[in-house]
């Protein structure tokens, strides 16, 4: 069942690769643009922690880092996982339906079913942040990659939860997208910025905690219980995120669609 | 422009307008991203000033500024969308045929949006930054700052129009919006005064419309304005007659395109 998935998920990601590759120039400058963009996002920090060397115990090179991973993240789901932002309206529209008659997951084909190319731009420059904060080493380069994708993972997980809203709310689009803007503005932002009710928030409902600072904690000071602790939260994200599409889609309502799908 | 002509464009305005009244809900989504990023940076700045200030004004003015900048960008409806969905539709070459001008009509619609957006976006902007500071700055700046950052955010909107003209030639305007936002957070001093950027950042502003755009207008709230009324006011005519004949020339531009290549 998991190979059979997995087998599912490559031959996606190649179609949609070679889908977004066959428009290279449309390619090339939404890569090449969104990583100005976050350049230029982070031109802020630079001249803010030019003049204040330290923030509650963050320096440039930790928000370098922070930056980095989330920008990685968000890149590598947007990649491979584009679909999660457009499950509401495909779950509203009653658009769901060509992919209830194939033979494979619901869930994986719908998030597979788009795969954003400036995603590749979020994600080499998430990953020039990394290398500039000292992170990027033959001896640190797993860890890396793990947090990595444990943030991804968690980013997927909450955007499955908050688009499939849409099975009991209805149009919830614009909230969803809040909601997941939310999450990346709180993950991009130092931790030691917010504290009480908030901080919980962050580490649950929200969780930019995991999606952000767990991670650079753990490349600052890696230890194999953070590194289990960040993978065990984002199986359990996952998790539950997959069962709630799953109670979500008994409630489904056709959209009586009648078209080809391939 | 005769009366009867500006009448046409009132009555975009006034569908819009009453179309944003109906469908809130992208209203709300912005107030509540305002609460949100005025909290965060109250806290940055809080913390910024334990670790010492890098520019003279305090923290409270500071959260004022960036409700001022803030009201300023978040008030300007992104019509960019909607007309590179137009475009791409091919919806747009039904437009083209209708007695009223494309280009009027949309920009139109975006100031009935935003005569619906800005005030909410105002009082959630003058509340949040009370809340957060328990501060307000004085009556003359604010009332300096209302009108000024109502033209400033007109502009925009003209801006926006000119970013989803491009739609005609790139298909997809969303990598010219990031970067485009994205020089208006440094060029414009959105979330920082344009003092604490680098020299070169502030001399290269200078020579953009960014800073007539966020950081003039809101820098009155810190008392120490970056420009006076009148260099503002005179800086926006000159950027919005610029914009105007930019805009022109390029629809001028895709008309002929469409008409050349039969529409």
Not at chain 1, 179 to 200: H, M, Q
Not at chain 2, 171 to 189: C, E, N, R, S, T
Request: charged share 10%; with cysteine.
């Amino acid at each position: 069942m998991v190979a059979n998935n997995l087998s599912f998920v490559r031959a996606l990601v190649a179609t949609n690769l070679k889908a977004t590759l066959a428009l290279r120039s449309a390619f090339v400058i939404q890569v090449v643009f969104m990583a100005l963009n976050n350049f230029t996002f982070f031109v802020f920090w630079w001249a803010l922690m030019v003049r204040v060397t330290t923030l509650r115990g963050w320096n440039l090179s930790d928000i370098e880092l922070l930056f980095g991973i989330v920008a990685a993240a968000f890149g590598l789901t947007v990649t491979l996982a584009g679909g999660v932002r457009h499950l509401g309206r495909l779950i509203d529209d009653g658009a769901l339906d060509t992919l209830l008659t194939q033979p494979k997951s619901v869930l994986v084909h719908a998030l597979g079913m788009r795969a954003q190319p400036s995603g590749f731009g979020d994600l080499i420059s998430g990953l020039i942040f990394v290398a500039w904060a000292g992170h990027i080493s033959w001896r640190t380069m797993p860890i890396v990659m793990v947090v990595i994708v444990a943030s991804a993972l968690i980013f997927v997980a909450c955007g499955i939860v908050f688009f499939s809203l849409a099975f009991w709310l209805g149009r919830v689009e614009t909230v969803a997208t809040q909601l997941w803007e939310l999450l990346v503005t709180f993950s991009l932002y130092p931790e030691p910025l917010f504290g009480g009710a908030l901080r919980l928030v962050l580490f649950t409902l929200l969780p930019a905690g995991f999606v952000g600072y767990l991670p650079v904690r753990i490349l600052r000071a890696p230890s194999f219980a953070s590194v289990a602790t960040l993978l065990l939260v984002a199986i359990a994200y996952l998790c539950a995120a997959v069962l709630l599409f799953d109670r979500g889609l008994r409630r489904y309502s056709s959209g009586s669609r009648f078209t080809t799908f391939g | 422009m005769t009366a009867a002509q500006l009448a046409k464009y009132v009555a975009f305005s006034r569908i819009s307008a009453t179309e944003a009244r109906r469908e809130p809900n992208e209203l709300y989504g912005r107030m509540a991203f305002f609460v949100v990023i005025l909290g965060v940076f109250s806290s940055l700045w809080r913390a910024v000033s334990e670790a010492g200030m890098p520019l003279a004004a305090d923290p409270k003015s500071l959260v004022w500024y960036l409700a001022a900048t803030e009201w300023i960008l978040l008030s300007a409806p992104p019509i960019h969308v909607e007309i590179q969905e137009a475009i791409r539709r091919g919806d747009v070459v039904y437009r083209l045929g209708h007695p009223v001008s494309y280009v009027a009509a949309e920009f139109a619609r975006g100031l009935g949006l935003l005569a619906v957006r800005a005030p909410f976006l105002g009082v959630t902007a003058f509340v949040c930054a009370f809340a957060f500071t328990r501060w307000t700055p004085p009556l003359k700046a604010l009332l300096i700052v209302v009108p000024f950052g109502f033209a400033a955010s007109a502009l925009i909107t003209a801006l926006y129009l000119a970013i989803g003209l491009l739609a005609f030639w790139l298909q997809d305007v969303a990598p010219i919006y990031w970067v485009w936002q994205k020089l208006m957070f440094v060029l414009g001093g959105l979330m920082l005064p344009l003092e604490v950027y680098p020299e070169f950042i502030q001399h290269a502003a200078v020579f953009t419309p960014f800073p007539s755009l966020l950081a003039a207008p809101a820098s009155f709230v810190l008392g120490t304005s970056l420009m006076t009324p009148g260099v503002l006011a005179r800086n926006l005519i000159l950027w919005s007659g610029a914009t105007a004949f930019a805009v022109s020339w390029m629809f001028r531009r895709v008309v002929s395109d469409v008409t050349i290549n039969g529409g």
